[in-house]
Nanobody
Framework: QVQLRQYGGGVVQAGDSLTLSCEVSTYSFTSYALAWFRQFPEKEREFVAAITHNGGATDYADSVKGRFTISRDNTNNTVYLQMNDLKFEDTAVYYC????????????????WGQGTQVTVSP
C-alpha cells in the first residue's frame, strides 16, 4: 500500500518562502508521477504542480508559474514544493498526490494522497 506523509506548512508573511515535502512509502517510487494540489475553503482541490516519474518534466498552474518549483528526490522517496514570493491568495490546504504512471491535472485521477497541510500567508 502506498502512503504519503507530508511535512512543512505554517504561517508566513507575503513575500516569504516555504518548502513542503511529501515522503512516499513505496518500493516503486520511480514508477509514480507526483503532484501537488491545494484546496480553498468550500472549493474543489485545484492543481498546483506535477512532475513525471523520472523528474524529466514538470507542469505548473499559471497562478504559481515562476514562483513555485516541484522537485523529487528518488533516493529518498520524497517530493518537494518550493514556494517563493508567497501571496495571500496562496493560503490553502496543500496536498501531495501520487499516481502510477502519468500525472493529471484533475484530482480524481489520483489514487494516493497525503494528509494535507495548511499554508497561511498573511498580507
Amino acid at each position: 500500500q502506498v502512503q504519503l506523509r507530508q511535512y512543512g506548512g505554517g504561517v508566513v508573511q507575503a513575500g516569504d518562502s516555504l518548502t513542503l515535502s511529501c515522503e512516499v512509502s513505496t518500493y516503486s517510487f520511480t514508477s509514480y508521477a507526483l503532484a501537488w494540489f491545494r484546496q480553498f475553503p468550500e472549493k474543489e482541490r485545484e492543481f498546483v504542480a506535477a512532475i513525471t516519474h523520472n523528474g524529466g518534466a514538470t507542469d505548473y498552474a499559471d497562478s504559481v508559474k515562476g514562483r513555485f518549483t516541484i522537485s523529487r528526490d528518488n533516493t529518498n522517496n520524497t517530493v518537494y514544493l518550493q514556494m517563493n514570493d508567497l501571496k495571500f491568495e496562496d493560503t490553502a490546504v496543500y496536498y501531495c498526490a501520487a499516481d502510477y504512471g502519468s500525472y493529471y491535472f484533475t484530482p480524481f485521477e489520483y489514487d494516493y494522497w497525503g494528509q494535507g497541510t495548511q499554508v497561511t500567508v498573511s498580507p
